[in-house]
């Protein structure tokens, strides 16, 4: 199982920036990140943590099939002004496996949207995930889709970040 970690510099305040990666039912990341299809909220614990299912389309030429995560998801603001979101694979009653997806299993996982100090209108944005996507597939096609869906993911939140917020 690798870890694997993005990070970079998004134009845009950690708010706006946020606005997009926030993984929640109704925000803006299903409209524009091209590894996700849906997000549902399964269960409301709190106003900061829930239970979670995200939905994933087929990828890598439909070698990799489409795929759902359960995840409890942890969200919190610091005093800094910095967001995050946390989450780590979880079972719970109401939601079974759906037909057509193949069950995967989120480890420990999250991001972290970070003031830059003295530049306002500009985000760090940490990423990271250890992701079994179970199934059978051949770990040189998982080692080729991450590296290349990060680097895609942070190039298609800059131009979401412009498109909802400009």
């Known amino acids: 199982m690798s870890l694997y970690r993005g990070e970079g510099i998004v134009n845009g305040t950690p708010e706006k920036v946020w606005g997009c990666v926030k993984p929640l039912a109704g925000t803006l990341r299903d409209q524009w990140d091209e590894n996700v299809s849906s997000f549902e909220i399964i269960e409301s614990i ?11 389309p087929s990828a890598a030429m439909k070698l990799i099939s489409p ?3 359960v995840d409890l998801v942890l969200v919190k603001k610091y005093e800094d002004g910095t967001l995050s979101s946390n989450a780590v694979n979880v079972e719970h009653r109401s939601c079974p496996p759906r037909p057509g997806y193949v069950r995967g299993f989120n480890h ?5 949207c970070e003031p830059l100090p ?10 990271f995930f250890q992701t079994d996507l179970s199934g059978y597939l051949p ?5 080729s889709f991450f590296p290349r869906s990060m680097a895609g993911f ?5 131009k979401a970040v412009k498109k909802f917020y400009t």
């Open 108 to 112: 420990p996982c999250g991001c972290f």
């Open 118 to 127: 003295g530049e306002p209108g500009r985000t760090h944005l940490v990423t």
């Open 46 to 56: 709190t106003d900061t943590l829930c239970i979670s299912r995200t939905a994933t």
């Open 139 to 143: 770990r040189s096609v998982v080692d």
């Open 67 to 69: 795929r759902d995560f």
């Open 154 to 158: 942070y190039a298609n939140l800059e």
